[in-house]
Every structure is written in C-alpha cells, then in structure tokens.
C-alpha cells in the first residue's frame, strides 16, 4: 500500500516505508485530537538488478545489430525479432520467452509498447521484464532486466545463494543510521519497512536471515518437500500479519495451520497476466489473515551474486495475498528456510486490442439523462482553506466517460452480478456515488466490503448538502465528522470522476490499463472501477491505494485527520485525492497493464509517491506562480507534509538528485519529494517557453470523434500526426505519462528522466530537448550526474550532475 504521508518525526528516518497514523508532529498538537489509529504495516523490498537497462539512443540500440524493420511491419513481429537479437545465443530449449497480452498502441503516438515476459525451464522469471517501444519499423526504446547467465538445471538453486540475502543484508547494515542499528540486529524486518516489531519466536523461522548470517541453517531442515508451498507461505503469513499476537500463534501451532491449508491447481487457458499459457496456479483457502484466496505459482526470481554485478536465478514460491490493508506481491524462496526475497505491496498498482469481453455492438446509451449536479468544492479549489462550495455539474468528458459518470451495464455491476440476464435493460442508471469508474461510499468500519456500504442517494441526482462541522469536545469530534457523509462522498466521487477524465485524455485510457468496470469495447481488461472509501475507519491521518493488475478493482482508503477540531476530512482535499489516484496511474503504464509489481520500493517506489505529488501540484497551480505545499490543509500545517514545499527557490527547496544519498531518504516518500521537486522544477522551464493553459482539459471532441486542436493543441498539417498539448503546463502532464509508458520496469531517476526526454522527441521531433535537459540538470540531474553502489531501497553514492548535452551549451 502507498501511503501518503510520513510517520511522525521519531520515527523520521523511517517514515513513508510505515504509514503511521499518528498525529502529525509538527502540527499544533495542542488542538489535535489524542486519537491515535492502527499503525498499517508494510513490506517493500527485493534485490537490485545491476545488469538492467534502459536504452532510448539509437546508437545504443544499433549497436544490438538490430537494424529496423520495414516500417509496415507487425509492431509484434519487430519486437519478436528484437528480443532474438539481444538474446541470439541465449536462447535455447530451456530458455525462451513471451510477449505479453497487454501490450498495446498507443492512440496519440501511434508508439506500440511491447511488453515481454522471460521463462526459462517453463517457469516464468518473475523479475525477468522487458519493455519494447517500437513506431514504423523502428525500436525506439527498450528496457529490460532478462537474466543473461546460464540456464540451470530445472528445479535447482545455485548453491552459492544459500543466502540470497547475505549482499543485501550486508550493504543495508553498512547504510543504516547508527541508531537504527539496534532495530536492525534485533529484527531485520524493521530496517525493511516496519515498525512494529516481529516476535522473537519468528526469530528461529528467519534462520539465515540478515541478523545471523553467520550460522548455516541446519542439514536436517532440508528434508522438507520442496515441492510443498505452505511452509514458505506460512512463513510470509508469520511476517506479514501485522498482529503480533497472531503471528506468534501462527508459529506456535505452525503444523496445524499448516495442514488446515487447502489448495487447489487452476489451469488457465491463457494466464491472467499473459505470461505463459502452460503455467500452474495454485488457489489456497484457510490462509490465516488472507482475505481471500491466495494465488501461489513456481517462478525464478534474479538474485545478485557476490560480487554484485550480475545475478543468478533462484526457484521461489511467487504469492499473491490479499490482505485487510495489504496486497502483496512477494517472492518467498522454494529452499528450506523460505527466505523471503521480494516483496511488493500493490497497496500504496492496439492495432492488436484484447479482444474485448464481447464483439456484439455496444448497445447504444438511450438518451443522456440530466446531468446530476453537486455542491461541492469545484475543481482546481485544493480544499477548503483556498474556496467555498458552490454547486456545478457532471461535466463529464465525454470521450472518457460515454454514458456519464452515474450509468454502467448491469452485467458489470458488482450490485447485480448476473442480472443482465433477467432484465432487459444493458445499461443502469444510478441515482447514488455509484458509477462505471468509481464505487464511492463511507467505510467508518475499515472493512473490506464496499458494495452495501452507505452512500447518498437522490432521485433527483443533485447531490447537495450541508456542511458546517462545528467545533466540538475531542471525544465528539469523530461523530461529528461523520454527520457530513452525504458531502464527503459526494466530493469524493466528483474529484475521482474528473480525475478519471483528465488522465484519459491524456492517454490513461482502456487499453493502458485505466480503471473502469465496462469498457465499451475498446479493449483492455475491465470491472475494474476505483472503489473509494470516503472516512475508511483503518487509520487516521493519512490514505492509500491499492493498484492490482488490470482488470482488477483499484481501492483507495480516505481518512480523516485528527490535527484539529473539527476534524478534516482529506476527502475534501483534492491533492490528496489526486495523489492517491495517481499510484493507480503511475502502477498500471510502468511496465504495463497487468505487472503491478514496476514501482515497489527504492527510486522506483519513490518516483511512484513523486508522480502524484507533481501531478496533484500541476492542478492546483493557475498562471500565477505560487509554492505549493502537499496536504497543508489536512495536516494543519502550512508546510505540509513533505521536508519542503514545492519551489523555484533553491533556499525554500534544496532538494537535488544528490538529496537522495542523506539520511532519512531512503523511505519512497522522501525520495519521491526530490523527483516531484525535479519535476516541478522542469514544467516551470516549460512554461516560460510555451505559456499556460488556463484548463488542463482538451477540448471536447465533435461528434464523429475528431479531436478539434482549439486553443489546446498545437496546430497539425493537414489534421495528421500526434496530439501535442501546446502550453508548457499541459504539455508536461502529456509528457509525464508518455514517459510512464515509455520507461523500463522498476525504473531509476535517469530512466524516468530519459523516458520524457524520448516521449518529447517522439511527440514534438525534440523540440524541447535542451529546455527538458536545463530542467534536470538544474537540481542536478544532468547527463553528468551519477550513481555508485546503487543498492535496491534507494541507497548509494550519487554525483550531481549540472551539465546540459554539448548540443545545449550557449554560447
Ligand atoms: C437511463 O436514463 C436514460 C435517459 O434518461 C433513459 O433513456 C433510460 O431508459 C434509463 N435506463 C433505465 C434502465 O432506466
Ligand atoms: C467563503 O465565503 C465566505 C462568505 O462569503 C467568505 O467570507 C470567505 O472568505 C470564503 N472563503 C474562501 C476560502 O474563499
Ligand atoms: C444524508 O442525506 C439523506 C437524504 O438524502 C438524509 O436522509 C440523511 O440523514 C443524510 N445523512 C446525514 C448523516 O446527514
Ligand atoms: C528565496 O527564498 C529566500 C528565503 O525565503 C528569500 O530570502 C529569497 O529572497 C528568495 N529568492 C528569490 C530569488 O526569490
């Protein structure tokens, strides 16, 4: 789970990798309430990837020997012969691989982004990803972390990774602030990415794990049958729970919840990632603290070797688990002790479409019914330190949103699964916070349930009520909040729908990944609409987002904050509300629709906080340039929650690429501050150039489709090519989530930096090279800046690098 803000200044060094729901430190705690929420745990960490690429010159590229193809080739074809070239002699019977089914075109760029997975022995490398962009024949760019050793022997693990860990562990040790040593020797977990503390007895199933790297694990421990996962997913259960109590139980009777276990093998035709068609998935029921079945297949996983700089292949269990406040995506390894090598929590992610769930015609919408109407804090009003309610529209887009944002077919309502059958009416409308691309509703339970949850309902869809939280007696202050659900939910809904809107008409659309329930047949995997939880009863002071793979339901989790009274609710801050959204935007184009698993810890996981940072920033900016602080409402702190606020000024934000090497920013949060800074630095450069679009919306497109370019778009010869956004605001936004889609899984700074500065290039013809460039190398991210010992949660020696390609030099 991303998690929004960081914990509370003891914890400082920590903060962002644990969510806790503490009272903002800094905040006038002598008005904030003394409640004090359930800290969530999370998990966040795997091995770094040192032969990885990502390559956007073409001289890098020809130098493959891979020439371009003609240009009237299939995208898939280039690709294949692609990834045989940067293969040639690796591949053999044993070592293969598979372009995944989620690739697609992109509508704007006309770019085909191919996703592919490596197998090798039959079994998919979990972390084996590459990433192909191709137009006219030619690859433009491409990423890739494929494992370029040997083939073992099928079912065998090197024997020099006993301990897989022993480099990380290692180079974590050597990296950690002295007084986190003692965390660190006592429970390697709490260097990892939590606080709360493991019980000792989990101690003995951690055998070789960092803090005794010393002693072997026993030869008798070895006798376990490999083949059988449960111990290896108990062992995770017994890390993961985030109750003490249950994890100790866990161990206590370890061979009975063991056997109570039940698992069936599922056989999928085509896998739901695309990976490889052969594969079996196992379901397991009665896992303790699961909430729903767990998914469990054979993978390899890349494991560094000694000396850091290539890796070898390591056989792991690969778990999908559902939790109450996590998803996780993790790596336990299949030898005795079931080390736990990688985790991600997915809580925080064509001219060859997927065939759509049906090929009939889309039963047209009858007639749009009025549109409904809201009293709520109107888009671009941040929160309600900066405007007043007023009441406004569904103004929906009506390329993103067909039907509005209150109608979806029955037969993709999770309220009347089946139901389509039995009536005959395709399309429902609804008279609730009840649509195709968001399920809003009140959650004060924390539960996981959301289909019967309350949410405001008018026949007459005007959404409109009161709101006037009085100041109250701390311990009334929660039911205090609660009276002004109709309002919180109805803001949630507006501010999500318009959101769903904005990043479409970027290019955040079906077959990119986005998030809706019906896809109007133009591809991609859909029931996937955000369910978001307005006032979610699981924390206080800060919101989260799950991102699962395409086709899968997104949820965020709102929460109110206890810095004054009356409480504020962050439902009503729409920074935060952007934010969380944007970890659902960010997940889905890394790496593509169905691998949720590109932007989980280190640079990567931190660029996945910066995105929603910037993206939240870009919005509430207008032509006057201000500072903006993140979430300063909500927190009741004019700086916000961030180290800095956002800033031209170099003594309001220090932050540069080099930021990344101090104490205390090794959590996502702080380093994703340094990337938004970065790139709030860069849209400025843009805007001096280019000017600002008073409204980040493009134009309405006319009735047959066409996209008129108005005052928005630059002007095209002869209405052909891209779609270029022409003010440098507008144009930083497109640029940003092409670069999404563009960069390699599990991403650095440079590849992201290198992913806009191409996305310009394939856009634009380059026109923007040196302004992009001056940008990055402003806060140090020049061609020049460079990383040393990069370790995989953020760590290692950075140069800053201030220079501009010789091309930009003035002279
Ligand atoms: C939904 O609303 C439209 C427009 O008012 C109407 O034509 C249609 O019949 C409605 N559908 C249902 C199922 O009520
Ligand atoms: C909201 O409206 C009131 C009354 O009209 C006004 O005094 C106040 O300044 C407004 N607040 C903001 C933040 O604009
Ligand atoms: C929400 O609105 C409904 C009317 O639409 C009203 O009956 C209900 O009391 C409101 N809830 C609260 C908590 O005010
Ligand atoms: C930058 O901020 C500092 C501290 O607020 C201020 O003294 C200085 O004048 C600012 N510089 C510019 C160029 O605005």
Same mark, same amino acid.
Request: net charge negative; hydrophobic share 35%; aromatic share 10%.
């Given at each position: ?17 644990? @969510? ?177 503390? *493991? ?10 794990? @960092? ?10 421990? +070895? ?153 709520? +804090? ?132 079906? *077959? ?232 390699? @899984? ?9 992913? *806009? ?12 090279? @040196? ?41």
């Amino acid at each position: 789970m991303r998690c929004l803000l960081s914990a509370s200044l003891a914890l400082a060094t920590l903060a962002g990798t644990v @969510c806790a729901h503490l009272p903002h430190s800094s905040s006038s705690s002598s008005s904030s309430g003394s409640v004090v929420g359930k800290r969530r745990k999370t998990l966040g960490f795997g091995p770094s990837h040192p032969h990885a690429v990502f390559r956007s010159s073409p001289y890098q590229i020809k130098t493959n020997g891979f020439t371009p193809q003609d240009p009237a080739m299939d995208p898939l074809e280039v690709a294949r012969i692609f990834v045989e070239d940067v293969l040639s002699e690796r591949l053999d019977k044993a070592s293969s691989y598979k372009i995944r089914q989620d690739s697609y075109t992109d509508k704007n760029t006309g770019v085909t982004h191919v996703y592919v997975r490596q197998l090798v022995n039959g079994l998919e490398v979990q972390d084996g990803d590459m990433n192909i962009n191709i137009k006219d024949g030619i690859v433009l760019s491409y990423g890739s972390s494929f494992y370029t050793g040997p083939t073992p022997a099928p079912f065998t693990n090197p024997s020099s990774s006993a301990n897989p860990h022993s480099e990380f562990c290692q180079s974590l040790k050597d990296e950690l602030p002295p007084h986190l040593e003692l965390a660190f020797t006592s429970n390697s977990q709490v260097a990892m990415g939590t606080l709360l503390s *493991i019980p000792p007895a989990l101690m003995h199933l951690h055998a070789d794990h @960092c803090v005794s790297l010393s002693s072997p694990p026993p030869p008798e421990a +070895f006798s376990e049958d490999p083949a059988d996962f449960r111990s290896a997913l108990l062992k995770f259960m017994a890390t993961a729970t985030p109750s003490a109590s249950t994890a100790e139980d866990i161990l206590n009777n370890f061979g009975q919840y063991r056997d109570e276990m039940v698992f069936d093998p599922t056989h999928h035709f085509t896998s739901p990632s695309g990976v490889d068609e052969h594969h079996v998935e196992f379901e397991v029921r009665n896992v303790p603290e699961a909430v729903n079945p767990v998914k469990a297949r054979l993978a390899y996983t890349q494991v560094p070797t000694a000396d850091g700089t290539s890796a070898e292949l390591h056989l792991v269990w690969k778990f999908e688990v559902e939790m109450q406040d996590n998803w996780y995506e993790t790596a336990v390894s299949v030898s005795y002790p079931h080390n736990i090598i990688s985790v991600v929590d997915w809580a925080s992610d064509s001219p060859m479409p997927i065939p759509s769930s049906s090929t009939a015609p889309i039963p047209k919408y009858p007639s749009k019914p009025d549109p409904a109407t809201y009293n709520v +804090f109107a888009w671009g009003i941040n929160d309600p330190s900066v405007g007043n309610r007023s009441t406004v529209k569904e103004n929906f887009d009506s390329l993103a949103s067909p039907v509005g944002w209150h109608a979806l077919p029955y037969g993709n309502d999770p309220a009347f699964k089946g139901a389509r059958l039995v009536g005959k009416e395709f399309w429902r409308n609804t008279t609730t916070t009840w649509g195709n691309n968001v399920f809003a509703q009140e959650n004060w339970e924390g539960q996981n349930s959301y289909v019967n949850n309350y949410r405001p309902d008018s026949s007459s869809r005007e959404f409109d009520y009161k709101y006037k939280p009085k100041e109250t007696e701390k311990g009334d202050a929660l039911e205090e909040a609660q009276k002004y659900i109709n309002t919180t939910v109805a803001q949630l809904f507006y501010t999500s729908n318009l959101v769903h809107d904005l990043y479409y008409r970027y290019g955040f659309d079906e *077959i990119s990944g986005n998030f809706q329930q019906y896809n109007f047949g133009r591809g991609g995997a859909e029931n996937d609409a955000v369910i978001a939880n307005a006032q979610d009863g699981s924390g206080y002071n800060n919101a989260n987002f799950m991102t699962p793979p395409d086709g899968q339901n997104g949820r965020m989790r709102m929460y109110l904050w206890n810095t004054a009274i009356p409480y504020r609710d962050g439902d009503l801050e729409a920074g935060i509300v952007i934010h969380e959204l944007s970890h659902g935007l960010s997940t889905r184009l890394t790496g593509g629709p169905a691998n949720s698993g590109c932007l989980g810890w280190g640079e990567s996981g931190g660029m996945g906080e910066g995105w929603g940072d910037f993206l939240a920033t870009t919005i509430r900016s207008n032509k006057e340039y201000s500072d903006y602080a993140m979430g300063a409402w909500a927190a009741n702190n004019e700086k916000g929650i961030r180290n800095f606020v956002y800033s031209l000024n170099e003594t309001v934000n220090p932050s540069t690429y080099k930021t990344l090497d101090k104490p205390g920013y090794w959590g996502v949060h702080a380093i994703g501050e340094v990337w938004a800074e970065i790139l709030w630095v860069v849209s400025q450069r843009l805007i001096e150039k280019h000017g600002y679009a008073d409204d980040l919306f493009p134009p309405t497109p006319s009735e047959n489709g066409d996209v008129p370019e108005g005052d928005f778009y630059k002007p095209r010869k002869g209405g052909k090519g891209p779609l270029v956004p022409k003010h440098g605001n507008s144009l930083i936004v497109q640029l940003v989530l092409d670069g999404m889609k563009l960069q390699s @899984c599990r991403p650095s700074f440079f590849d992201a930096r290198d992913a *806009i500065i191409q996305a310009d290039q394939i856009l634009t013809g380059g026109e923007n090279f @040196c302004t992009l460039w001056k940008g990055f190398a402003e806060r140090g991210l020049g061609p020049d800046a460079k990383v040393e010992g990069r370790t995989p949660w953020g760590g290692g020696v950075r140069t800053n690098g201030y220079k501009v390609p010789l091309a930009c030099e003035e002279y």
